[in-house]
């Protein structure tokens, strides 16, 4: 059986980065249209409200992990992949082992967002003859009220309902990326990016594996924040995120403890726990014990990491002779940028071996 984070289908291909969706993204997100469709206390039409949302939220998490893969080649890491699922997005990078590389790549998300809602925020102040408010309120609504309008508020506090569908879009938009940048910033756990900008800030102080550590920490106290907002607001969504938050950090904390494993979500981060290795001391030996469920489960994962580890190292040493062929027939100018940062990458890791 494959890992489940692996039924995803690709979708696409940009920038030399790999574009997957998994299979459960279009599931929940039919299954919240079609229950805004069948909700016989909304009104007629409000399952194109949560088609449009739906969307922009796609396009949002999209973004989003694109500044991630360019802020992780940006300081010299790699990004092949990018995962959309219903709870974010994951990007899968190839990183220097470094507390500024791992900070760069992780406030590279929450940036984007920041961008869409300075341009968007912008647009609804200067662009209509209403001089509007950006939608950050949280708990804003974003589908019409039971006269077909969509509710904003202006400057003045006044709030008024719109059928304008440029508005509708600014508004739904800067929202959906507010949110966004909100719960990736403000919930200090894994996966999510203020756990890493957490355990980077606090990594040249106290040491990689103890910044990793409060950041685990920090993530399950959020997962009893989250979860508890589930009781209160009455909404399942809270529950599966806090679910995720306690999963990724369990998975951390299993792969700081055994440091043979990458992270079952977010980053990539192999690179940094085999240099982690090389710069701590080794550990004592201890009585061997027998495997639970979840160690066997991670030594499959391993030999697997270990087999497509092998795979690309073959591929990667082919490329190189293919390039170094190009460099002698048509000098080095004839190397893209993305081939040139291919290279040094690889003549580093040689170096470093």
């Known amino acids: 059986m494959r890992d489940p984070i692996t039924w995803s289908f690709p979708i696409g291909w940009l ?19 079609w229950y805004q469709a ?16 739906m969307g922009l939220l796609f396009l949002t998490v999209f973004l989003h992990e694109l500044g991630h893969c ?5 300081v010299n890491g790699e990004a ?29 998300g929450p940036l984007v967002n920041l961008v ?14 209403t001089v509007l408010r950006p939608t950050w309120n949280p708990f804003w609504i974003p589908y019409r009220n039971d006269r077909g309008l969509v509710e904003l508020v202006s400057w003045d506090g006044s709030v008024f309902g719109t059928d304008n569908l440029a508005l509708i879009v600014l508004a739904r938009l ?5 949110i966004t940048f909100l719960l990736n910033v403000l919930l200090i756990g894994f996966p999510l990016d203020g756990g890493r900008i957490f355990q980077a800030i606090l990594w040249p102080y106290v040491g990689y594996r103890q910044a990793t550590l409060y950041a685990i920490f920090a993530g399950f106290g959020c997962m009893l924040l989250v979860l508890l907002s589930s009781l209160v607001l009455k909404e399942v969504l809270p529950f599966f995120l806090g679910l995720y938050i306690y999963t990724a950090c369990k998975q951390e904390y299993i792969v ?43 030594q499959r994962r391993a030999a697997r990491k270990l087999q497509r580890d092998q ?20 000098g080095k100018e004839s190397l893209t940028d993305e081939e040139q940062r291919f290279l040094k990458r690889y003549a580093d890791r040689m170096k470093n071996k």
Request: net charge negative; charged share 25%; aromatic share 12%.
């Open 15 to 33: 920038f030399g980065i790999t574009v997957r969706v998994h299979i459960l993204f279009p599931i929940v997100a039919i299954g919240l249209i």
């Open 38 to 53: 069948a909700d016989k206390d909304t009104v007629p039409g409000a399952w194109i409200d949560a088609t449009m949302v």
């Open 70 to 74: 360019f802020a992780a080649r940006r």
């Open 80 to 108: 092949s992949e990018i995962v959309l699922w219903p709870l974010g997005g994951l990007a899968n990078v190839d990183l220097p082992h470094s507390p500024k590389a791992h900070f760069v790549t992780a406030v590279g």
């Open 116 to 129: 869409i809602c300075f341009i968007t925020g912008a647009a609804l102040l200067f662009a209509f003859d």
């Open 174 to 178: 800067f929202w959906v990326s507010w």
């Open 256 to 298: 700081l403890e055994t440091g043979s494993e990458e992270s079952m979500f977010g980053y990539d981060f192999s690179q940094g726990y085999t240099s982690l290795e090389r710069d701590e001391p080794p550990a004592e030996k201890r009585p061997r014990k027998r495997q639970n469920f979840i160690q066997r489960w991670l």
């Open 311 to 330: 795979e690309r190292e073959q591929e990667e040493a082919r490329r190189v002779d293919e390039l170094l062929d190009k460099i002698q027939r048509f």
